[in-house]
C-alpha cells in the first residue's frame, strides 16, 4: 500500500502561516486520516485553517494539536467537525459493506 494515511509535522513551529500552508496542500487528500500538528505555535487563525479544512476534508478523523495556542471554544468545534467525519466514515463504511453483501448474493 502506497498511499500514506497519517501525517506528522509536529514540534515544527510552523505557526498559522505554516498551518495556512498545510491546510492547503490538505484540501485535495482524500487519504489522511490522522494529522499531527502539537508544538507548532498554531493560534486563532491556523485554528481557523484547521476547521475550514476538516469541513471539507471528512477523511481527516484524528488531530493532534496538543501545546498550541488554540482556545477552548477552537477545539470544541473542531471535536464536532471531528466527530462528523468519524460518522460519516463509519456510514461509509457501512454503505460499502451493504453493496458488497448486495453484489456477492447477486
Same mark, same amino acid.
Given at each position: #500500500? #502506497?498511499?500514506?494515511?497519517?501525517?506528522? &509535522?509536529? #514540534?515544527?513551529?510552523?505557526g +498559522?502561516?505554516? =498551518?495556512?500552508?498545510?491546510?492547503?496542500?490538505?484540501?485535495? %487528500? #482524500?487519504?489522511?486520516?490522522?494529522? /499531527? &500538528?502539537?508544538? /507548532?505555535?498554531?493560534?486563532?487563525?491556523? =485554528?481557523?485553517?484547521? =476547521?475550514?479544512?476538516?469541513?471539507?476534508?471528512?477523511?481527516?478523523?484524528?488531530?493532534?494539536?496538543? +501545546? %498550541?495556542?488554540?482556545?477552548?471554544?477552537?477545539?470544541?468545534e473542531? +471535536?464536532a467537525?471531528?466527530?462528523? /467525519?468519524?460518522?460519516?466514515?463509519?456510514? +461509509?463504511?457501512?454503505?460499502?459493506?451493504?453493496?458488497?453483501?448486495?453484489?456477492a448474493?447477486?
Amino acid at each position: #500500500n #502506497n498511499t500514506i494515511t497519517a501525517l506528522g &509535522v509536529g #514540534n515544527n513551529k510552523i505557526g +498559522d502561516e505554516g =498551518c495556512r500552508y498545510l491546510c492547503e496542500g490538505l484540501k485535495t %487528500n #482524500n487519504t489522511i486520516t490522522a494529522l /499531527n &500538528v502539537a508544538r /507548532n505555535n498554531i493560534g486563532v487563525e491556523g =485554528c481557523r485553517y484547521l =476547521c475550514e479544512i476538516l469541513k471539507t476534508n471528512n477523511t481527516i478523523t484524528t488531530l493532534y494539536l496538543s +501545546d %498550541n495556542g488554540i482556545s477552548a471554544e477552537g477545539q470544541k468545534e473542531m +471535536d464536532a467537525l471531528l466527530q462528523r /467525519n468519524r460518522e460519516r466514515q463509519e456510514r +461509509d463504511k457501512a454503505a460499502k459493506l451493504e453493496a458488497e453483501k448486495k453484489a456477492a448474493a447477486d
